[in-house]
């Protein structure tokens, strides 16, 4: 079985500070990481995914994240966020990727980013 | 290209109705899923579907059912509406189970 905790329910920052949103999770087996963004009333966006190579993943509007295998983290990172950044942030675990096994992901319970004037 | 597109917006029900939440994706992607999200709770999911004619149990999937005749759509039904069923249901598709893209919502409320 897989699990997904996002550490902070609530972010609240100021225009062009840093912010580090982060998530830590549990599986048996390999693992594929995944960050959703959802606008208000929208459906979700990928920002980025982990599947294999670098650890360090670069995603849409400035956003990346850090694969820690040993500290089973998937944390992600914006040196300078904007009041547009402003959306619940989802980390994701994907159990397995293949043709015809399947794959489900495990979503987080969310992080509302609040980047404030 | 539409991408996947859900059908109602929002819709209210009174226990014991029965509703079809239409689901379609004009991407050719084999994968499609179902989930709903409550407030703080992060999605769940519901059924998903490996391609036409195969669909599977997700994490919640007591009074829901599905089926996937076609590549493009995908239906999700309740039977016997309750107010647990209350929620916003997103419709998602993938490619060999990479990237979901997910579909703008439907916002239920059971009465």
């Known amino acids: 079985a897989q699990s997904v905790t996002q550490l902070d329910s609530q972010v609240p920052v100021f225009e062009e500070a840093p912010v580090e949103l982060r998530c830590n999770y549990s599986?048996?087996?390999?693992?594929?990481l995944f960050w959703y963004v959802q606008y208000p009333n929208q459906g979700l966006q990928l920002l980025l995914k982990?599947?294999?190579?670098?650890?360090l993943v670069k995603g849409i509007n400035g956003f990346e994240a850090e694969f820690n295998k040993s500290q089973t983290s998937f944390h992600l990172r914006k040196p300078s966020v904007h009041i547009s950044d402003t959306a619940e942030y989802f980390c994701?675990?994907?159990?397995?990727?293949?043709?015809?096994?399947?794959?489900?992901?495990?979503f987080g319970e969310g992080t509302q980013l609040t980047v404030n004037p | 290209n539409a991408g996947v597109t859900q059908t109602p917006k929002f819709r209210i029900l009174k226990i014991g109705q029965s509703m079809t939440l239409q689901c379609t994706q004009d991407?050719?992607?084999?994968?499609m899923y179902w989930y709903r999200q409550d407030p703080g709770m992060g999605l769940k999911l519901i059924y998903y579907?490996?391609?036409?004619?195969?669909?599977d149990k997700g994490e919640v999937p007591n009074g829901y059912n599905v089926s996937r005749s076609t590549t493009e759509d995908f239906p999700l039904r309740l039977e016997l509406a309750a107010p647990s069923q209350t929620s916003v249901y997103f419709c998602?598709?993938?490619?060999?189970?990479?990237?979901?893209?997910f579909g703008p919502g439907t916002r239920l409320t059971v009465l």
């Open positions: 998602a598709s993938s490619y060999r189970g990479l990237e979901q893209f």
């Open positions: 994701a675990v994907s159990d397995l990727v293949g043709e015809t096994s399947g794959s489900r992901l495990t």
């Open positions: 991407m050719n992607h084999n994968y």
């Open positions: 579907s490996v391609g036409a004619g195969i669909t």
């Open positions: 599986s048996s087996v390999s693992v594929y």
């Open positions: 982990y599947l294999s190579g670098s650890t």
